[in-house]
Antibody, heavy 124, light 110 residues
């Protein structure tokens, strides 16, 4: 079945970096955008950016520009999100999500498959 | 502060209907028919309920329906069931090449 499996929970100190992985299976990895979304404890969803696994292109939300990098390894159908200069405000669950429509087709960027989430805790 | 505005809570008795609003601007909700709705239970990842304002993915009951008027989109849950108690989030494509979320609405089944 189609699924996204994320890496496990991480604990970092302020100022450090974290890299979260998202392994896709059950579909052609390069055919669909991957979005990254985070959710702070007790809060709503926040869009971080999108990644095109076909072209290695990305678009980052303004709040994260300069601190986030999205990449992939096509050999293992895995997308990565690295966030630098962490502060306590970055403590959150980080999700990857697959866009429902293929990249080549028009339409909305609705997310039909989500990873299970990766808890990142930033604490001194 | 979220880009799209949702009421923080809504409620209804089993069998009743509840409607959740999602208000944006002409740059997002009003300018595109690219509104989605997600359901999230505690400790779980969000689940897609509605995309492109009115469309349901396979497996989503027809008790869930979406609509839009101007800058406001709405999700209606008809025939409320206990398992519908969850948080609901709207999202929309926004100019240029962004995605924005609402702050979420907690639905209680009384």
């Amino acid at each position: 079945q189609v699924q996204l499996v994320q890496s496990g929970a991480e604990v970092r100190k302020p100022g450090a970096s974290v890299k979260v992985s998202c392994q896709a299976s059950g579909y052609t990895f390069s055919d669909h955008y991957i979005y990254w979304v985070r959710q702070a404890p007790g809060q709503g969803l926040e869009w971080m950016g999108w990644y095109n696994p076909n072209t290695d292109g990305a678009n980052y939300a303004q709040n994260f520009q300069g601190r986030v990098t999205m990449t992939r390894d096509t050999s293992v159908s895995t997308a990565y999100m690295e966030l630098n200069k962490l502060t306590s405000d970055d403590t959150a669950v980080y999700y990857c999500a697959k866009v429902r429509r293929p990249i080549r087709e028009p339409g909305s960027n609705a997310f039909d498959i989500w990873g299970q989430g990766t808890m990142v805790t930033v604490s001194s | 502060q979220s880009a799209l505005t949702q009421p923080p809570s809504a409620s209804g008795s089993p069998g009743q209907s509840v409607t959740i609003s999602c208000t944006g601007t002409s740059s997002d909700v009003g300018g595109h028919d690219f509104v989605s709705w997600y359901q999230q239970h505690p400790g779980k990842a969000p689940k897609l309920l509605i995309y492109e304002v009115t469309k349901r993915p396979p497996g989503v009951p027809d008790r869930f329906s979406g609509s839009k008027s101007g800058n406001t989109a709405s999700l209606t849950v008809s025939g409320l069931q206990a398992e519908d108690e969850a948080h609901y989030y709207c999202s929309s494509y926004a100019d240029i090449n962004r995605e924005v979320f609402g702050g979420g609405t907690k639905v209680a089944v009384l």
